[in-house]
């Protein structure tokens, strides 16, 4: 099944790709917020029908111990417009340290500073997928 992970952030959406024939989630684009949400989930639908994704994998920024705090809610809302713009599923998945994974991954290849700024986001949404991925077995 080929899917799309998204990392949602005030900023910047970090999309990943996992393709149809393969089990391993790819940083894809970071596409930076225009200022306007349905812009921005259309610019995200385009891209679910470039690459013919069947479903969209959206983190969900839960608390450490598992409870939902005001960034989900916020999350569960911007997802809920996500899925009214597209004809694929959405799905939550739990997101807790993505970020610091995706800033490990990182430093582990050397990359420092304004690069690192400009590919976390996308990174973040490859862990996001693949750990959506890894769960379904």
């Known amino acids: 099944m080929r899917a799309i992970g998204v990392d949602l952030g ?9 393709p ?8 894809y684009e970071v596409l930076e917020r225009s200022g306007e949400r349905a812009r921005d989930h259309r610019a995200l639908a385009g891209m679910v029908a470039e690459v013919g994704a069947e479903v969209v994998v959206v983190g969900l920024p839960t608390s450490l111990d ?9 999350a569960r809302a911007e997802a809920d417009e996500i899925a009214a713009a597209l004809d694929v599923p959405v799905v939550l998945h739990d997101e807790r340290y993505t ?13 420092r500073g304004p690069d690192r700024r400009k590919v976390i986001d996308k990174v973040a949404a490859a862990v996001i997928l693949q750990s959506w991925l890894d769960s379904r077995g």
């Open 99 to 111: 970020t610091v994974t995706a800033e490990r991954i990182l430093a582990e290849q050397g990359v």
């Open 66 to 74: 598992g409870s939902e705090g005001p960034a989900a809610v916020g």
């Open 10 to 18: 005030s900023v910047r959406i970090g999309v990943a790709l996992a």
């Open 20 to 27: 149809a024939d393969a089990s391993v989630a790819v940083p």
